[in-house]
T-cell receptor
Framework: EDQVTQSPEALRLQEGESSSLNCSYTVSGLRGLFWYRQDPGKGPEFLFTLYSAGEEKEKERLKATLTKKESFLHITAPKPEDSATYLCALHGVTGGGNKLTFGTGTQLKVEL | DAGVIQSPRHEVTEMGQEVTLRCKPISGHDYLFWYRQTMMRGLELLIYFNNNVPIDDSGMPEDRFSAKMPNASFSTLKIQPSEPRDSAVYFC????????????FGQGTRLTVV
């Protein structure tokens, strides 16, 4: 069974204080690993898809990386508007079609 | 495109009543998903459709839950009878096998059963 574990559950940073969020996974065959951002009262918003170990993708202050066992979402010099819950999701070969398995998320708070 | 559209945004109902949640996916997307989100369990996939056909409903918690997709632009999730433990945020999402497997989510329906 595909499994996704995110850590930490919550993270509080000062503005400009860089850090990383972790997503550990077990899967029989990886089709894709996804990162989403979710703001309160809204649906998850797609950020990145990573397909193979060693792959990296960047968007503004965010960079996602992937190994065979985990993915990191690096946040460089965060701003208060980066505050949100970040979700990791897995698409494995056992998940037919486009079925995704989500982690429980990391709630990020960036303070001035 | 306006994105995935869900209605209503909020629903408060009494235990035992029937509840129907509605979803309009992004035009051209051939996959549609229904998720439930709670603090305790996070996002859970309830059911998904491909080309209007239910493919996997193993996440539907009980027979009280049912979902339909009569055409490519509309889906419903029905709970009958509703119970307090069904209180959660229900999300609909859609994706395309040709446009990448990332799913695009609606704003969700917050259901409260009292």
């Amino acid at each position: 069974e595909d499994q996704v574990t995110q850590s930490p559950e919550a993270l509080r940073l000062q503005e400009g204080e860089s850090s990383s969020l972790n997503c550990s996974y077990t899967v029989s065959g990886l089709r894709g690993l996804f990162w989403y951002r979710q703001d309160p009262g809204k649906g998850p918003e797609f950020l990145f898809t990573l397909y193979s170990a060693g792959e990296e993708k960047e968007k503004e202050r965010l960079k996602a990386t992937l190994t065979k066992k985990e993915s990191f979402l690096h946040i460089t010099a965060p701003k208060p508007e980066d505050s949100a819950t970040y979700l990791c999701a897995l698409h494995g070969v056992t998940g037919g079609g486009n079925k995704l398995t989500f982690g429980t998320g990391t709630q990020l708070k960036v303070e001035l | 495109d306006a994105g995935v559209i869900q209605s209503p945004r909020h629903e408060v109902t009494e235990m035992g009543q029937e509840v129907t949640l509605r979803c309009k996916p992004i035009s051209g997307h051939d996959y549609l998903f229904w998720y439930r989100q709670t603090m305790m369990r996070g996002l859970e996939l309830l059911i998904y459709f491909n080309n209007n056909v239910p493919i996997d409903d193993s996440g539907m918690p009980e027979d009280r839950f049912s979902a339909k997709m009569p055409n490519a632009s509309f889906s419903t999730l029905k709970i009958q009878p509703s119970e307090p433990r069904d209180s959660a945020v229900y999300f609909c999402a859609s994706s395309s096998h040709t446009g990448g497997t990332e799913a695009f989510f609606g704003q969700g329906t917050r259901l409260t059963v009292v």
